[in-house]
C-alpha cells in the first residue's frame, strides 16, 4: 500500500491510499483573477451551495463547496461518469451509503508526531469512522456490478481488532468506558470509595455544629469543604480554601477531613495516570494504521461528495453530458437556470446550439425578457460540468471544455476607484481581448451601452468581430439596432431572441435563433401611460432604416407566431391520426382474432360430429356382423355382406375425415378431382351450395340459394356433410323442410326470415348438425336483425357471429348449434 501526498480540493494538504481512486488526483484550478470574478458574477457559489445541501456531512457538503471549473477532460468526464453512476442506482431504486464523519484529520496528523497522545473525543471520532467506513466500504462492494466507478472508491480497512478495541474503551461522547483497562475499574472504584468516606465524614461534621438547614458539602480549589457563618462561635478548625461574596461564609476542610481528602486525591492521581497510559496505549494502537484510516476518512468525504452530486442530478432531471476539448460545438439541450428551479418558479427550458462554424450568439431583445438568464444559465452548466457536477440538462448536450471565463455583467461602477459604468466595462473588455482565445468563454450584457449610441455600437461591433475572429465562444445582448445586422456581414455571428408577446407586452422566454428581437421600447412607454402625442413624435425621430427593421421584425413575429399555430394545429391532428390509426389495428387484430376463434369452433364441431358418425358407423358394423351371423341364405348372405361393405367405407370415410380435420386439409373421398353432382360445396365468395351438374368441358353447375351459377372447379371447395346415422331415419323425422346445413334468406321480408330461420333450427337440431350457416346478406340489416333475435332466444343456439371476411362477413352467420 502507498501513500502520496496530493492537494485538497480546499488546497490544504492531505494524504490518500494507492486506490485507483486516489491514484487520479484533482487537477489544477483554473488561473484566478478572472476566473474567479466570472464565477462570482454568474452565482456559481450559491448553485454549489444547493449541491452540498445533498450531503449527509459537512465533510462532503465542504467537499461540494469546495469545487472550482478545471480543463482536465478526462477528469471532467471520470467525475461526470461516477455522478451519473450512482444517479443510476437512485433511479432504478436502489441507494448507496452516504455516512456522516466527523473531521478527525488534526487527530490523524498528530498520530505522525512519536509521543504523542490523543484525547477521548478525537478516538470517539475515529471509532465512528471505522464504523462508517465500513458500512460504505460493505455498501461500495455490494454495487460493484452496476457501479464499477463508485466501487473504485472503496480502500482497504484496519483490522476488526482496532474497531473493536475501540469500541469497549471509549463511548460516543470520548469518555473512557472502565471496560478500557481491569486497573482504570480499579483506580475508579479506589475514587468512588474515598469520595463516599469523605463525603459521610464532611456529613457528620456538618450535621455537629450550628448552621443553616440548607446548607451543604461542596467543593473549593478541588478540596470538599462544608461551608461556616463567620461569626460561629463553634466554627471547626481547618483549613479555610474560599468566602461567599458576601464574605458572611467561610468554606472550611476540616482538619479531621485532611487525611481523607488526601486519600481521596490519591486515588484520582492514580485515575489519571490509569487513564492517560489508556489513551497512550490505544493511541499507539493506531500509529501504525494511519495512512489506512486516511484512506477510511477520504473514501467516506468522497462517497458522500458522490452521492450529493447525484441526488442533484436526479432532483434537476439532468444528464451527463458529453465534453471535448475546446474549440468544440456547444450543444445544451432542454437547458434550465438551477436558481430558478431551486425557487420553484416556472422555468422555461431552452435549447442552444453553436456548431463549429458559429462562435458569436447576440441575443437581443426588450427588458426582462430573459436575455441575462439565458447567458448565466449556459455558463452554468458549463462550470458545473467542469467541476464534475451534472447541470439541468437532458441527453444529447455536448459542452466545450474551456480554460477561461470572463463575464461582463451588470453595473461595474466603482467611486473608490475612480471608475464610471463605461469605464469599467472598457476596463473589462480590454482584459478579456488581452487574453481570450479559441478556449475562452465570454458574457457580454449590454455591450456597447453606458455611452453615446452610435460609438457603443461601434465599439461592440468591433469587440464582437474580434472575438470571433479569434474563435472564441461569446454570448452577448444588446438593445442597439446596429449590431443586429453583424449576423449578416460577419461569418461566425448568428442572431438570437427571446420570445415577446406583442399583445400583453410579456416576456414568454422562449428562446428563438436565427431571429434578432424588438425592444418595444416605445409599446411598453405607451403601455405605461405616456401621453399619446409623445410617443407619436418619438416614433417619427427614430431613424427610418431602425423603423424598417423594426417592421420587418414584426413581420417575421407575425410570420413565425402563425406557423407555430399551424405547426401545433399539425400535431393535433397527427395525434389524432395515430389514435385513430391505433383503434382501426386493433379493430382490425380483434377481428382477426374473432374470425381465428370461429374457425376453430367450426373445425371442433365438425371433429366432433364425425366422431360420432364414427361411432354410429361402428355400431352398424357390429349388427351387420349380428346379421351375418344368423343369415340362412344366400341372398341374405348376400346383403348382409353388401351392408358390411358399406358400413366398412363409412367408418373409412371418417377416419380418413377427422384425420383431415385435424391436419386442416380436405379428405381424399371429397377432393376436387371427385365432384359429383349432389355434393355440398363451398364457393370462392364465400357461399355454400349442391353441385347440380358436371358439364362436359369439367365446368360446375352450383344452385346456391336461388340462384344458378357455373363455376370452374378450382373456385369451389368440397363441404363435408356430417352423416345421418340410421337410428334417426328421415321417417322418424317431422315433416319440415328438408335439413340443410346452410340456408339463404336474401329477398325475404323479416317475418319470412324469422319463420324461415326458425325452420331451418328446428331441422338442423333433428339431423343433429353442429352449425348452421345462415345468408342474409348486408343490406338495410332488417333481416340480418330478426335473424339474430331468434338465434339469441333459442335455447338451442349455443352461439353466433358472423362469418370471417373472407366468406361474407357481415352477410353471414354463423350459428353453433348445442349437442
Known amino acids: 500500500m502507498t501513500v502520496e501526498a496530493v492537494p485538497s480540493p480546499d488546497g490544504v494538504p492531505t494524504e490518500t491510499v494507492g486506490t485507483p481512486f486516489a491514484s487520479r488526483p484533482r487537477p489544477a484550478q483554473l488561473p484566478s483573477g478572472a476566473v474567479a470574478d466570472a464565477l462570482e458574477t454568474i452565482e456559481f457559489p450559491a448553485v454549489l451551495e444547493l449541491v452540498a445541501a445533498h450531503a449527509a456531512g459537512p465533510l462532503g457538503a465542504a467537499r461540494v463547496r469546495a469545487r472550482t471549473p478545471v480543463a482536465d477532460v478526462e477528469w471532467i468526464r471520470d467525475e461526470l461518469a461516477l455522478a451519473g453512476e450512482v444517479a443510476a442506482l437512485f433511479r432504478r431504486g436502489d441507494e448507496l451509503v452516504a455516512e456522516p464523519v466527523r473531521d478527525v484529520g488534526p487527530a490523524l496528523a498528530r498520530l505522525r508526531i512519536e509521543g504523542s497522545v490523543l484525547d477521548g473525543v478525537e478516538l470517539a471520532g475515529i471509532r465512528l469512522l471505522l464504523v462508517a467506513a465500513r458500512r460504505v466500504r460493505d455498501d461500495l462492494r455490494r454495487v460493484a456490478e452496476v457501479a464499477p466507478r463508485a466501487a473504485a472508491l472503496a480502500v482497504e480497512l484496519p483490522a476488526r481488532a482496532v474497531e473493536r478495541r475501540l469500541e469497549q474503551s471509549v463511548d ?23 469520595r463516599q468516606r469523605l463525603l459521610r465524614k464532611l456529613d457528620g461534621i456538618l450535621r455537629g455544629i450550628e448552621s443553616s438547614s440548607d446548607a451543604s458539602v461542596t467543593v473549593r480549589n478541588g478540596r470538599y469543604v462544608i461551608p461556616v457563618r463567620r461569626d460561629q462561635r463553634s466554627r471547626p478548625g481547618g483549613i479555610i480554601h474560599d468566602e461567599s461574596g458576601s464574605q458572611g461564609t467561610l468554606f472550611i476542610e476540616p482538619s479531621e477531613a485532611v487525611e481523607s481528602g488526601n486519600a481521596l486525591r490519591e486515588a484520582e492521581v492514580a485515575e489519571e495516570r490509569e487513564t492517560l497510559r489508556v489513551l497512550r496505549e490505544l493511541t499507539d494502537l493506531l500509529r501504525p494504521d494511519r495512512p489506512a484510516l486516511r484512506g477510511a476518512l477520504e ?13 442533484y442530478m436526479v432532483a434537476v432531471a439532468g444528464e451527463v453530458p458529453a465534453v471535448a476539448a475546446a474549440p468544440a460545438a456547444l450543444v445544451v439541450r432542454n437547458g434550465r437556470h438551477p436558481l430558478l428551479l431551486a425557487a420553484s418558479h416556472p422555468v422555461i427550458p431552452f435549447d442552444l446550439e453553436l456548431p463549429a462554424g458559429e462562435h458569436t450568439l447576440l441575443v437581443s431583445g426588450p427588458n426582462t425578457g430573459g436575455k441575462t438568464v439565458l447567458l448565466k444559465a449556459v455558463a452554468l452548466a458549463s462550470a458545473l460540468a467542469q467541476s464534475g457536477i451534472v447541470a439541468p440538462l437532458s ?3 455536448a459542452l466545450p471544455v474551456f480554460t477561461r471565463f470572463f463575464a461582463d455583467i451588470g453595473d461595474r461602477q466603482s467611486i473608490a476607484a475612480s471608475l464610471s459604468t463605461f469605464s469599467a466595462h472598457v476596463r473589462m473588455l480590454g482584459r478579456i481581448l488581452a ?63 427571446l420570445q415577446f408577446d406583442a399583445a400583453t407586452l410579456t416576456p414568454t422566454y422562449r428562446f428563438l435563433k436565427g431571429v434578432p428581437g424588438r425592444s418595444y421600447g416605445l409599446a411598453i412607454a405607451r403601455r405605461l401611460g405616456l401621453p399619446a402625442e409623445v410617443i407619436e413624435d418619438a416614433g417619427q425621430r427614430v431613424p427610418e432604416a431602425e423603423r424598417n427593421l423594426d417592421a420587418l421584425l414584426a413581420a417575421v413575429e407575425t410570420r413565425q407566431r402563425e406557423l407555430a399555430l399551424q405547426s401545433d394545429a399539425l400535431e393535433a391532428r397527427t395525434i389524432d391520426t395515430d389514435a385513430l390509426a391505433a383503434r382501426l389495428t386493433a379493430q382490425h387484430e380483434a377481428q382477426t382474432a374473432r374470425e381465428a376463434d370461429l374457425r376453430r369452433r367450426e373445425k371442433e ?9 364414427r361411432v354410429f358407423l361402428l355400431d352398424a358394423r357390429q349388427r351387420v356382423e349380428e346379421a351375418l351371423g344368423t343369415a340362412k341364405g344366400a341372398a341374405d348372405d348376400a346383403a348382409a355382406r353388401e351392408a358390411r361393405r358399406l358400413v366398412e367405407e363409412g367408418i373409412r370415410r371418417e377416419g380418413e375425415a377427422i384425420e383431415a380435420v385435424d391436419a386442416d386439409v380436405e379428405p381424399a373421398d371429397i377432393a376436387v378431382g371427385r365432384i359429383e353432382p349432389g355434393q355440398r360445396v363451398r364457393v370462392s365468395a364465400g357461399s355454400a351450395g349442391e353441385v347440380l351438374e358436371v358439364r362436359s368441358d369439367g365446368r360446375l353447375v352450383v344452385r346456391v340459394g336461388a340462384m344458378r351459377m357455373v363455376v370452374d372447379p378450382s373456385a369451389v371447395t368440397p363441404v363435408a356433410a356430417a352423416p345421418v346415422p340410421e337410428r334417426h331415419a328421415p321417417a322418424e323425422i317431422p315433416a319440415g323442410p328438408e335439413a340443410r346445413m346452410e340456408i339463404d334468406l336474401r329477398g325475404m321480408t323479416g317475418d319470412e326470415a324469422e319463420m324461415a330461420t326458425l325452420a331451418a333450427v328446428d331441422a338442423a337440431v333433428l339431423a343433429e348438425y353442429p352449425i348452421l350457416r345462415i345468408i342474409h346478406g348486408m343490406g338495410t340489416g332488417v333481416v340480418r336483425e330478426r335473424v339474430r333475435r331468434v338465434l339469441g332466444s333459442d335455447r338451442r343456439v349455443r352461439g353466433f357471429d358472423f362469418a370471417p371476411r373472407s366468406q361474407g362477413g357481415t352477410g353471414v352467420t354463423i350459428a353453433e348449434l348445442a349437442g
Open 172 to 194: 460516543d461522547d470520548g469518555n473512557l468506558l472502565d471496560t478500557a483497562s481491569p486497573a482504570l475499574a480499579a483506580a475508579r472504584r479506589d475514587v468512588q470509595v474515598a
Open 435 to 497: 487574453e481570450a482565445d479559441d478556449a475562452t468563454l465570454v458574457l457580454l450584457d449590454e455591450v456597447g451601452s453606458g455611452t453615446d449610441p452610435a460609438e457603443g455600437a461601434a465599439l461592440a461591433a468591433a469587440v464582437l468581430v474580434s472575438l470571433t475572429g479569434r474563435r472564441t465562444v461569446t454570448l452577448a445582448t444588446t438593445h442597439l439596432g446596429s449590431l443586429k445586422t453583424i449576423a449578416a456581414r460577419v461569418p461566425g455571428v448568428v442572431n438570437a431572441s
Open 395 to 397: 441527453a444529447g448536450s
Open 299 to 311: 473514501m467516506c468525504v468522497a462517497v458522500d461528495d458522490a452521492v450529493a452530486r447525484a441526488r
Open 605 to 613: 364441431a365438425e371433429r366432433r360430429a364425425r366422431e360420432q358418425a
